[in-house]
C-alpha cells in the first residue's frame, strides 16, 4: 500500500521522518530527554516526543520503587 501521508508544510510524501534527541525544558525536575520528528525535506518538526531510552527507564524505576513498596520491610 503507498504511503499517502503528506508533510503539512510542503507537501512532500512523508515515507520517513528524521529524528533527533532534543531536551524538553520542564520546571521543576527538569529537562527531559526527548526526540523530535521532523520532515526530511524541509526540517520543520512535524511532533516531539519522549525519548525512547528515558521512557523505558522512566517505567522500570516505577516498576522497581512499585516493588520495593510492596516487599516486606523489617
Ligand atoms: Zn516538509
Known amino acids: 500500500m503507498p504511503n499517502k501521508s503528506k508533510c503539512p508544510y510542503c507537501n512532500a510524501t512523508i515515507t520517513r521522518l528524521n529524528v533527533e534527541e532534543i531536551e524538553l525544558e520542564r520546571n521543576p525536575g527538569g529537562p527531559w530527554k526527548g526526540v523530535s520528528y521532523a520532515c526530511p525535506v524541509c526540517r520543520k518538526i512535524l511532533s516531539v516526543g519522549p525519548h525512547p531510552d528515558a ?12 516493588l520495593e513498596s510492596q516487599s516486606p520491610k523489617k
Open 55 to 66: 521512557a523505558k527507564s522512566g517505567l522500570l524505576s516505577q516498576i522497581q520503587s512499585l
